[in-house]
C-alpha cells in the first residue's frame, strides 16, 4: 500500500477508486487481517474510508455510495464486507479488503438503518420512504423478503436478535414487530400492538434478551423480554419527562449501543442536558447525571469504568467522559466543530471521533486522554470497526 | 483452495505445508475477512487446524507445534495471527491466511496458558517451570520481559486487563500478582498475598473489573475488583465445599469464560457434579445444579439462554445444555468420547465441540440441537475462534 500513501498527498477524493488498488492484488497488501479494519462514513461525499485501527491511517478510499448524510453499517461475518445503509435508500456492499463497492441497489426511498442476520445471510434494512421492512440476500443484494408496515408506517429500532430474528419498531403506529426468519425466508410475524407513541429508536441488549424502543410521543420507554414474550411489552421509566417542561429537541438521540457499565444503565435523555441511569437489573431510574447539552450517544467504553457522551447542536464540539462508580464527568473535551460519532477499538484502548466541520477523524487514547493520531476525512460521520460483525444487535 | 481440496483426500498430514499454500499466494484463496476463521488444536501430533466456520470446514493444516498435550491461544488484534502457547514452553506464531508456522520459540520447560495484551504488543506465557511470567513482543516472539515468581512458583490464570496489564495466580505462593505495562517494558508489578492456598485458574469478567481465582487448596474463591485494588483480595463462597466429602478429582475444572447469563454466574465445581450459580450482582451463591459428571467447561452461548457444558474422565462423552431462566437440563447429548472443548461462533448461532477419540469436530446449530457438520482432526481439543482478538480476557 505504499503506492497509496505516496498518492496521497496529491490526489483528489476521485482518485481513489477501485482500478488503483486493483493493479495490486497480487501483493501483499490485500492479505491481511481483517480484525482491525473499518470504515469511515463521509457523510457529504457518498464516500467511505476504509481504516486501519492498529496503524491509525487510512487505507483507501471507497466512492460511490450515494446520499450518506444519515449512514450506518453493519458487518459480514468474515469481517471483510461492509453493508452500508444510505439516507437516499441506497443498500451498498463494499469490499474493504479490496477496496471495492461490489454492489448497490437503491431499496427504497429513505431508509434510516439496517442489520445482518445472526447467520449473516440475509441484511435487513428500514424505511422511512416506503416504510417496512425489506431483507436482502447478504451475498447478492437481490430482495428475498418486502415486509410492508400498516399504513406504510415508517420503520425505526431495527436490530438483529439471536435465531435470525430481526426486531423493529413502525414510528406511525406505535408498534413493534419481531420478524422470524429461523424457518425460511417468509417471516413468521408476531406484532406487539399499543407499545406507546411515535418509537424514535430501540436498541438490543448484547445477550439479545431485551428490545427497548424509546418513545418520542409520551413519556418513557417500551420494553420487550425476548425470552418471556408472552408477558408482552411493559413500560419502564414511565414518569420520565411527567411534570417537566420539554426542551426543543435539535436532535433526536440515537439508543443502539447499550451503555452498560455493572449494574447500570445509561441513556440519553430526549431534549434535555442530562444522562438517565437506570439499574439494569430492576429498569428503574437510579439517578440522572447533568451533562453540557442534548446528548446524542452515550457509549460504554469496552473493558472501561467510562461512559463517553456526544452532543447535538449547538453543543457538538464538545465530549464528557463520566466515571460510572462516582456518577460524575470526570473530563470535557473539545475536540473540535461537529463531533458526530464515536467508535472504540475493541478492546477499548483507543477511541476515534469524528470532527466533521474539521473534516479530520481524532483519535485518543482512553487511559490518558491524550490524542494519538488523526486522519484526514471530508465531513466524517460514522465510524463502523469489524469487531461489530460479532456482536448482536450492533 | 480448491486445490487443497482435491488434495485433501490423499494426502497426510504431513503434505499441509505452508509450500502447498504459498503457491497460491496470487490467487483470491488468501485475500479473505479473517472473522470467520479459527484453529483446532491437535493434541497428538503437534498440529493446527485452520478452519472456516461459515463453510463449516478446515482450510489448512499447519504443524510443527510442538507438545500440544495442553495447549491454548490467543490472536493478534487484526485477527491475522494465532499465538499458540504448548505443554512443553512452546509459543509458537500462526500466519492463519497463509497457513504457515512464522515462529516458534521454547520460552519455557512447561507452559499452562498465555494472554495477549489490551494493545495487541505483548503476549504473556505463564510457566509451571520455570514458574513465573515470561512476556514476549507480538510481532519478533523476542522476550522483553522476564517476571520469576518467589521461588519458583507455579503460575495460572494468566489473563490480560485494560490498561495493558496482565494478572496472573501464582499456585504454590497463594498470591494474585497485577504486571502493569501501561508505562512501558519494566511492569509495575503489584502482589495480592495470602489470598488462599493453591489458586488453580482465574478469570477475568469481560468488563475487565473482577478476577477471581478457584483455590484448589481450601474453600471458596479469591476475587480482586481491579476498580478498587486497595480493598484487596476478599474470599467468595467460602462455605462451598464445607462439611461435604471430597471426590476424587479427575481433571481440574476451567474457569476461562465467564458464564454469565442474566444476573447469574455459573461455574463448575471442583470436583462435585454440579455447577454453582453465584447471583453476579452480591457473589452469593443462589444455587446448584446436579449434572452428569465433574464439570470441565460451563460456557455461556452468546445471545443465548443456556449453559453448556462438558464433563472430566469417565464421563466427558457427554455434553448438558442448562436452560438459565429454569436452571434445569433441557438437554442431554452423547457427541462421543473425549468431547474436550466447545467453541461457539460468535453470535452463538452454531456451537463446534472437539470429540477427541472419534478424530472429529462436531458442528451443532444451538436452536435446534442438530448436527449440521462435522470436520476431520487427529485428537482434537481446544477450538479458538478469531473473535476472541476482540475480547478481554480471553
Known amino acids: 500500500m505504499k503506492l497509496f500513501k505516496h498518492l496521497k498527498k496529491i490526489s483528489t477524493a476521485g482518485l481513489f477508486g477501485s482500478a488503483l488498488l486493483l493493479s495490486a492484488c497480487a501483493s501483499d497488501g490485500l492479505i491481511r487481517g481483517t480484525g482491525d479494519m473499518g470504515i469511515v462514513i463521509e457523510r457529504a461525499t457518498g464516500s467511505v474510508l476504509v481504516v486501519d485501527n492498529t496503524k491509525d491511517e487510512t487505507i483507501t478510499r471507497v466512492n460511490g455510495l450515494g446520499d450518506l448524510s444519515h449512514a450506518s453499517a453493519v458487518y459480514s461475518r468474515d469481517a471483510r464486507y461492509a453493508y452500508v445503509f444510505g439516507r437516499d435508500g ?15 441497489v437503491i431499496q427504497g426511498g429513505n431508509s434510516i438503518g439496517g442489520a445482518i442476520s445472526q447467520d449473516g445471510k440475509l ?38 436478535a439471536p435465531g435470525n430474528v430481526f426486531m423493529v419498531s413502525l414510528w406511525d403506529d406505535g408498534e413493534i414487530w419481531k420478524l422470524d426468519f429461523s424457518k425460511g425466508l417468509t417471516p413468521a410475524i408476531t406484532k406487539f400492538k ?71 444503565m445509561f441513556l440519553p435523555a430526549v431534549g434535555r442536558h442530562e444522562l438517565l441511569v437506570l439499574d439494569k437489573n430492576t429498569w428503574k431510574e437510579v439517578g440522572r447525571i447533568p451533562v453540557h447539552g442534548q446528548p446524542i450517544f452515550a457509549m460504554a467504553q469496552p473493558g472501561g469504568k467510562y461512559i463517553w457522551v456526544n452532543f447535538s447542536v449547538p453543543k457538538n464540539d464538545t465530549i464528557q467522559v463520566i466515571d460510572v462508580q462516582q456518577l460524575k464527568i470526570i473530563k470535557t473535551m473539545k475536540p473540535g466543530k461537529g463531533v458526530l460519532h464515536m467508535e472504540f477499538t475493541p478492546r477499548g484502548e483507543k477511541v476515534w471521533m469524528s470532527v466533521r466541520d474539521e473534516n479530520r477523524v481524532d483519535i485518543y487514547r482512553t487511559d490518558s486522554f491524550e490524542k494519538v493520531g488523526s486522519i484526514e476525512a471530508t465531513k466524517p460521520s460514522g465510524i463502523f470497526f469489524t469487531d461489530r460483525a460479532h456482536k448482536i444487535g450492533l
Chains 1, 2 share one sequence.
Not at 441506497?90 to 448497490?104: A, N, Q, T
Not at 431485551?210 to 414518569?239: P, Q, S
Open 90 to 104: 441506497g443498500l451498498s456492499k463494499v469490499d474493504i479488503l479490496k477496496g471495492e463497492l461490489v454492489k448497490r
Open 123 to 160: 441484511v435487513a434494512v428500514s424505511n422511512y420512504e416506503p416504510g417496512g421492512v425489506r431483507v436482502f440476500d447478504a451475498k447478492t443484494l437481490e430482495m428475498v423478503a418486502d415486509i410492508p408496515a400498516n399504513d406504510g408506517s415508517k420503520t425505526v429500532g431495527l436490530a438483529d
Open 194 to 264: 399499543d407499545i406507546g407513541t411515535n418509537p424514535y429508536d430501540a436498541l438490543i441488549s448484547p445477550d439479545g434478551r431485551y428490545y427497548v424502543a424509546g418513545l418520542f410521543g409520551e413519556d418513557g420507554l417500551a420494553k420487550l423480554d425476548l425470552w418471556n414474550e408472552a408477558k408482552g411489552v411493559t413500560r419502564i421509566l414511565d414518569h420520565y419527562g411527567k411534570g417537566e417542561q420539554k426542551l426543543p429537541v435539535y436532535k433526536m438521540p440515537h439508543l443502539e449501543g447499550w451503555a452498560v457499565a455493572g449494574d447500570l
